[in-house]
């Protein structure tokens, strides 16, 4: 595993660490293009996850640098152009959930793991909120809610495993080390 790891580190370790502000967004891309309505499913699948958003609001919450307003802005443009959906919904969605996570961000920034994923699921929350409440005032007749609660909780409880690859991402390019490790989570 060592070996590999170091390979790793050699072969794409120096040019990611180059361009490692571009990577999440690299990384919010292809989740963003795996999503079941970029692919032509369609949202009607209500138990997968958005993952996509879920990479943004890490990202958000560990390393705000990185996801600047005009960068959230065009990640909701994206969005919206990818799944087919009305221009606008997700960048007032996204631009939300980046204030409101901008205002208890240093309430997380020194704490563990479990207050990070309690702010993650009430960004994913919010999001799934007002997904829901402007596409029903877009169709002006209120839409079922229930699709957007199983994609938030679905959402939400895969959750940890969005933090932990971030996590190993962010060691890796930051650090310079694969570290699987979060140092408030481990008590370390």
């Known amino acids: 595993?060592?070996?590999?790891?170091?390979?790793?580190?050699?072969?794409?370790?120096?040019?990611?660490?180059?361009?490692?502000?571009?990577?999440?967004?690299?990384?919010?891309?292809?989740?963003?293009?795996?999503?079941?309505?970029?692919l032509g499913l369609g949202r009607g699948i209500a138990f997968l996850?958005?993952?996509?958003?879920?990479?943004?609001?890490?990202?958000?919450?560990?390393?705000?640098s990185i996801m600047p307003i005009p960068l959230v802005f065009v990640i909701g443009f994206w969005t919206d152009a990818m799944n087919g959906s009305h221009m606008g919904l997700s960048i007032i969605?996204?631009?939300?959930?980046?204030?409101?996570?901008?205002?208890?961000?240093?309430?997380?920034?020194?704490s563990g793991f479990l207050f990070h994923w309690g702010a993650a699921v009430t960004g994913i929350a919010v999001y799934f909120a007002i997904q829901w409440t402007f596409y029903s005032a877009y169709e002006l007749e209120v839409i079922a809610p229930f699709q957007n609660m199983i994609r938030a909780c679905v959402t939400a409880l895969l959750y940890p495993l969005v933090y932990l690859f971030n996590n190993m991402l962010r060691s890796f390019l930051w650090r310079g080390a694969l570290q699987t490790?979060?140092?408030?989570?481990?008590?370390a």
Do not use: C, K, N
Request: charged letters at 20%; hydrophobic letters at 60%; aromatic letters at 14%.
């Open 1 to 38: 595993m060592q070996t590999i790891l170091l390979v790793l580190d050699i072969l794409l370790g120096g040019v990611l660490r180059r361009i490692r502000i571009a990577v999440p967004v690299l990384v919010f891309l292809i989740f963003l293009a795996l999503d079941a309505s970029a």
């Open 49 to 64: 996850p958005d993952l996509a958003f879920a990479t943004v609001l890490f990202w958000m919450i560990r390393h705000p």
């Open 93 to 110: 969605a996204y631009l939300t959930v980046f204030y409101m996570i901008g205002s208890f961000r240093a309430d997380v920034e020194g």
């Open 181 to 187: 490790e979060d140092r408030y989570f481990d008590g």
